[in-house]
T-cell receptor, first 113, second 118 residues
């Protein structure tokens, strides 16, 4: 029962352009959403998050958008840089279940010069 | 500040054997979660420990068990290994429930232990 889905396994984008990663969820009880980034041979690292009471959160080049009615969130990276090449995981959480994240399958982003 | 460390980094076992994976949490963190990441998939929640007690469990059978010690380090034990247990096992630490400015869901992961079951 996959409650968080990332339907694009890979994304290739030119340096300087925008990367848009998408994520859908099915459980309406989720009230917090996160993006994690993972380089090879490293553990995932927290990137950005958003509460279900907001529809947008920005942190530098990274912006997460949440559309609760569509149960959809997206991560925008502007401008994309070669160091952004990594696997990006979308995750969802019920804040009454701290630390018990439901992850999507990930999107491999490759930023080309 | 010491990050999350896991051992061993790689190991190979045969079907039916038992394995113990170890995790040292980040300094000051009192909660440890374990995740299984199969090839091509996202991490799946196994269980979480808080103050040495299991505090939630995912959809994993009882042959997956764990411990948390007074220094907040943790072990994951898997008995009667099956081929499908081959995966990257990730340990993550955090502070419980927003204390200390910890953002909801912000976990600090180790590099993982890669288990291969033959």
């Amino acid at each position: 029962d996959q409650q968080v889905k990332q339907n694009s396994p890979s994304l290739s984008v030119q340096e300087g352009r925008i990367s848009i990663l998408n994520c859908d969820y099915t459980n309406s009880m989720f009230d917090y959403f996160l993006w994690y980034k993972k380089y090879p041979a490293e553990g995932p690292t927290f990137l950005i998050s958003i509460s279900s009471i907001k529809d947008k959160n920005e942190d530098g080049r990274f912006t997460v958008f949440l559309n609760k009615s569509a149960k959809h969130l997206s991560l925008h990276i502007v401008p994309s840089q070669p160091g952004d090449s990594a696997v990006y995981f979308c995750a969802a959480l019920r804040t009454d279940s701290w630390g018990k994240l439901q992850f999507g399958a990930g999107t491999q982003v490759v930023v080309t010069p | 500040e010491t990050g999350v460390t896991q051992s061993p980094t790689h190991l190979i076992k045969t079907r039916g054997q038992q394995v113990t994976l170890r995790c040292s949490s980040q300094s000051g963190h009192n909660t440890v979660s374990w995740y299984q990441q199969a090839l091509g998939q996202g991490p799946q929640f196994i269980f979480q420990y808080y103050r040495e007690e299991e505090n939630g469990r995912g959809n994993f059978p009882p042959r997956f068990s764990g411990l948390q010690f007074p220094n907040y380090s943790s072990e994951l034990n898997v008995n009667a290994l099956e081929l499908d247990d081959s995966a990257l096992y990730l340990c993550a630490s955090s502070l419980a429930s927003g204390r200390g400015g910890n953002r909801a869901g912000e976990l600090f992961f180790g590099e993982g232990s890669r288990l291969t079951v033959l």
